[in-house]
């Protein structure tokens, strides 16, 4: 694979992994006394890896492949590979914490054992391990596939795609070790966080880039979802990460916010975090693999406009509505639940534009259980949409507020929605990558769909029961005027749906054990195929005409 | 039907479908259109939130947490605690009744960051200082099981071992300061010393901590342990603070929205 890198891009890839090495080092040394040092280790680890994977490919002859005539897909396909990897070990790793809460005996002795530490590994591991790699691998595929053409250089790909499994490790390892702002899905530290925005400035340039290249006069919708990913994340990763370090030599930092200000900023980063990283990127991915396994276009182009600047416009204002009734003021609350309630509209017509899309392929959906995985996505973004509106009206939220009823609602999307399609995009592209005539079992991919859709609903089920008894119960009064249970009375009718959960979760996870296992077969052991049409074109192509009115 | 009811707007369809065809061809205007997009919301709800004066109640008297408590608060937050245990009891009746008084801005006013939270796993703890002795914290703390039977709680056993780092407070507080919250010099400087004297009643430290934060310090030796101070001096230090910096919320007395 670094056979294809030519000798000066070996050599700045070599420069670069060896700054890491020195950073690494730097801050092992001057943070030997805190956690911090630890971690300085473990980027030193990483970057030697590379750099000698790199330096042992050094003197390997230059490749002769014309650029020109093909596209890049290298990081892609190590993309695909971590994703699933983050998948099997970050989901796993959630059965876990959910086992913990139905045995807490679960837990053993160990210090970083406890609910407190790992729950964040699982919660960071699926959206930026498993997520985040998805994203980043469709939508180097993507990127090219709709632009017809080549990304313009073969380092930037790997140093957004390395550097940002690197910042999941520093994140997954520094939870164990206590390293935590405290702030939800923004765990991470300020050296981590500093170490994203790097990141994250590349892969704009190489997104802008690439577009730049391309020999197709308009932008494909799904670049524009994957664009509005990449700088709404950063902005809100900057702001919401704003902090003091207490020293430079140690991982403590305080938050620039305080109280409300940072309650409110936290929630507009965490509802966001959502809507740009789980909604807006996954929305990319279907618009793209979803039409392209239908061989079908796009329902509407219009419907297709209007819910990409609704979403856009409409989920920034919502994230307050995780704050109804609390010191939050009132105006504010009163705005976040107005647009949550408004957002339904260009979030069904997503949904929506996806399922008519369909229409005339209703057989495919049947047959091929890879286009049945996007199909049920679609199906439970609508949902689970419904759903996010209606708990974000102020008396629904004063029920399903702090309860497991959010969290079956998180992972009604999170399961339901972004894995789902996920898996289906991983479906769709693993053999269109490693040019294979298909997946090695579509057995596999069957049994996988259902394990994934039976885990979905136990686990939604059991949190909604959970959720909505847990809330009852809290607010139930004696004929006397006096609260009627404790809290420890909940705990007790919580245990069933506990267990129910974890069993939820790791047919979810079997699943997903099973897809990896099917993709790894897929690339060792199916026959080559070569593919017709797969690289970039001259721009002489025609440009189409205007869309054809619905 | 829909048709009938969007025949109106079909002209506006038409142009907004024209005009986005030409401009979805610039990479630029797609970046520009986006942050400009996303942008008017954060910036509408957040930044009233910084200017308006009465966001935050003003409480002259408000308590600033002590070396050893923030030391403490450091721990909950190492450990993970904010992921089932809130602190914010919202307006309504039953969590006023379960919980006391509900929570004001103005308690969280000095917290980089807020602990809120988001889920109740476990009871809130906004208004769990002093409601339950040192002795009880500590062994519910080593075995939440030896007194709470139903608990799902982990155990936190490994505190009571480890001795407290105070080498770096005087660095957070100056972090802290930085970030807007009132210590003095007196204060930063003498950090390490303070979080030892409020744990240690006995020793000649103990002058100095009440003089800088206060007669109500609580100086105690929290677990029961007189060899060190350890973590679980911090933490429970700081789990006995919790709803007590101010009494702004028991002076409005609060009535619960109907």
């Known amino acids: ?550 | 039907m829909i048709k009938t009811i969007l025949k109106p707007f079909a002209k506006f369809f038409e142009l907004q479908a024209r005009t986005h065809y030409r401009v979805e061809r610039h990479s630029m205007a797609l970046t520009f259109g986006i942050i400009l997009a996303a942008g008017v919301g954060g910036f509408v709800e957040i930044a009233p939130l910084f200017t308006i004066d009465d966001t935050v109640e003003i409480d002259p008297d408000m308590r600033l947490y002590t070396p050893l408590e923030q030391a403490g608060r450091d721990i909950y937050i190492r450990e993970g605690c904010y992921a089932c245990h809130s602190q914010m009891i919202r307006t309504l009746r039953d969590e006023v009744e379960r919980y006391g008084p509900y929570s004001l801005a103005v308690e969280s006013q000095y917290d980089h960051p807020m602990l809120w939270g988001s889920k109740r796993t476990g009871p809130d703890l906004a208004r769990v200082g002093e409601k339950y002795s040192d002795d009880w914290q500590v062994r519910h703390l080593v075995d939440p099981r030896a007194l709470v039977p139903e608990s799902i709680m982990p155990h936190y056993a490994f505190l009571l071992d480890a001795q407290l780092e105070t080498d770096s407070l005087p660095d957070r507080l100056w972090a802290l300061r930085m970030v807007g919250v009132p210590y003095t010099d007196d204060m930063i400087e003498n950090a390490a010393g303070d979080a030892v004297g409020q744990a240690r009643p006995d020793s000649d430290r103990v002058n100095g901590v009440v003089e800088r934060y206060g007669q109500q310090t609580a100086v105690r030796t929290f677990d029961g342990r007189s060899d060190m101070v350890t973590e679980m001096d911090a933490l429970v230090a700081y789990l006995q603070i919790l709803g007590r910096l101010t009494d702004l919320p028991q002076q409005i007395q609060p009535q619960p929205e109907e």
């Not at chain 1, 805190?34 to 000698?52: C, K, N, R, T, Y």
């Not at chain 1, 005996?105 to 998805?134: C, E, K, M, Q």
């Not at chain 1, 957002?343 to 049947?366: D, E, F, Q, Y």
């Open chain 1, 1 to 550: 694979m670094m056979s294809n890198l030519t000798g000066a891009e070996r050599t700045s890839a070599m420069l670069i992994s060896g700054m890491g090495v020195v950073i690494g080092l730097t801050m092992a040394i001057v943070g030997r006394n805190d956690v911090m040092g630890a971690q300085g280790w473990i980027v030193l680890a990483f970057s030697a890896v590379v750099f000698f994977m790199v330096a042992n490919a050094l003197y390997h002859p230059e490749p002769t492949e014309d650029r020109t005539t093909s596209y890049y897909d290298d990081p892609t396909k190590v993309g695909i590979v971590l994703a699933l990897v983050w998948a099997v070990v970050a989901m796993g790793i959630g059965v876990w914490v959910a086992a913990q809460l139905a045995w807490p005996g679960l837990r053993f002795d160990a210090a970083w054992s406890s609910f407190g530490r790992i729950r964040p590994v699982h919660t960071s591991g699926v959206i930026f391990g498993f997520g985040g790699n998805a994203l980043i691998a469709t939508s180097y595929h993507i990127m090219q596939r709709t632009s017809r053409a080549r990304m313009p250089d073969q380092v930037t790909p790997w140093f957004v795609l390395l550097g940002f499994n690197l910042f999941c490790i520093i994140a997954a390892s520094g939870y164990l070790m206590g390293v935590t702002q405290s702030k939800e899905y923004a765990e991470p530290e300020w050296y981590a966080d500093i170490w994203l925005v790097v990141v994250w400035v590349a892969y704009f340039v190489l997104y802008i880039r690439t577009l730049a290249r391309r020999n197709e006069p308009h932008i494909y919708v799904a670049n524009w979802y994957y664009l509005a990913f990449i700088l709404v994340v950063a902005v809100l990763h900057i702001v919401n990460n704003l902090a003091i370090p207490a020293s430079l030599a140690g991982a403590k930092s305080y938050s620039a916010f305080s109280g409300v200000q940072d309650a409110m900023t936290q929630w507009w980063y965490g509802h966001n975090a959502v809507a740009f990283f789980l909604t807006s990127g996954f929305l990319g991915m279907l618009y793209y693999f979803l039409p392209k396994r239908a061989d079908r276009p796009i329902y509407s182009y219009r419907l297709s406009i209007l819910s990409f600047w609704g979403i856009t416009f409409f989920y920034i204002w919502a994230g307050s509505h995780h704050l109804h009734y609390t010191a939050l003021p009132h105006w504010v609350q009163t705005l976040g639940m107005t647009f949550s309630v408004m957002l339904l509209i260009p979030s069904w017509a997503s949904a929506g534009n996806a399922l008519m899309t369909l229409n005339g392929a209703w057989h495919k959906v049947r047959d091929d259980a890879t286009l049945r995985f996007m199909m049920v996505a679609a199906v439970f973004y609508g949902l689970s949409t419904f759903e996010g509106s209606f708990m974000a009206i102020r008396p629904v939220n004063a029920l399903s507020h702090y309860t497991d009823w959010t969290i079956g609602h998180v992972h009604a999307g999170a399961m339901g929605w972004v894995a789902l399609i996920t898996f289906g995009s991983i479906y769709a592209l693993t053999p269109v990558l490693w040019h294979r005539e298909r997946m090695y079992s579509a057995k596999a991919v069957e049994w996988h769909f259902w394990l994934a859709l039976a885990g979905t609903v136990i686990y939604v089920f059991a949190m909604w029961n959970s959720g909505i008894t847990q809330g009852l119960m809290w607010r139930t009064y004696t004929q006397s005027g006096t609260l009627r249970f404790s809290f420890t009375d909940t705990l007790i009718a919580m245990h069933p749906y506990y267990v129910a959960r974890a069993l939820g979760g790791l047919l979810f996870v079997t699943g997903a054990c099973i897809g990896f296992w099917n993709v790894i077969m897929t690339i060792r052991h199916v026959s080559k195929q070569n593919r017709e049409l797969d690289h970039p074109t001259s721009p002489k192509a025609t440009e189409p005409v205007l869309p054809v009115a619905e």
